[in-house]
């Protein structure tokens, strides 16, 4: 089955540093996801990125679906920022692997 | 994003005792997950359905079983609730548009 490993585990930033989140999966996948799991527990949809780039204000996300990986940038990082941070992979609608996370601290 | 809600959001029972999770989705998405969530195993796929009626056993199905009488609602149920079985449970649902989205979780001690 798909393999999903994330880089770094650990990451602490200062409030306004810009990071770098790398996924790397070890099939062929059309539906790849970044989810944000903030400290209350939720599961937040990033983005929906099987291959290309997307942004949303300061994240922005790019899929290399030819060389099986994934980018998350997280830019001018905000303490809201902290949490762990989940790369997911799949075949569309079928059971999606998640890798082990980033977790990811921003100081004040 | 798929509105979708979780109930119970915790719950306290007692070890042998059933229990049953729900999930309610409004909207109309024909694919619904059940994972959970544990400390240095990351999130595993218990069962999925693939429409009314229609699931399927994920990698950590063992104790549990699911049912979908409706598109709406996709019930978890752990017939003989053991300790191993304390954990944090996500449902979600797959769009088109958005790919998977998640509830917001219920925290389940089994004691």
């Known amino acids: 089955g798909i393999q999903v490993e994330q880089s770094p585990p650990d990451l602490i930033l200062q409030e306004g540093a810009n990071s770098t989140l790398r996924c790397n999966f070890s099939d062929s996948v059309n539906n790849l996801q970044w989810f944000h799991q903030n400290p209350w527990g939720q599961l937040i949809n990033l983005f929906y990125?099987?291959?290309g780039t997307k942004q949303n204000g300061r994240l922005s996300a790019t899929t290399v679906a030819t060389e099986r990986y994934s980018l998350l940038y997280i830019s001018s990082s905000q303490t809201t920022d902290s949490g762990v941070y989940f790369c997911?992979?799949?075949?569309?609608?079928?059971?999606?692997?998640f890798g082990q996370g980033t977790r990811l601290t921003i100081n004040p | 994003d798929a509105g979708i809600t979780q109930s119970p959001r915790h719950k306290v029972t007692e070890t042998g005792t059933p229990v049953t999770l729900r999930c309610h989705q409004t909207e109309n998405h024909r694919y619904m997950y059940w994972y959970r969530q544990d400390p240095g195993h990351g999130l595993r796929l218990i069962h999925y359905s693939y429409g009314v009626k229609d699931t399927d056993k994920g990698e950590v199905s063992d104790g549990y079983s699911v049912s979908r009488s409706k598109t709406e609602d996709f019930l978890l149920t752990l017939e003989s609730a053991t300790s191993s079985q304390t954990s944090v449970y996500f449902c979600a649902s797959w769009g088109r548009d958005y790919g998977y989205t998640f509830g917001s979780g219920t925290r389940l001690t089994v004691v």
């Open positions: 997911a992979a799949g075949e569309g609608a079928q059971k999606l692997v």
């Open positions: 990125i099987p291959s």
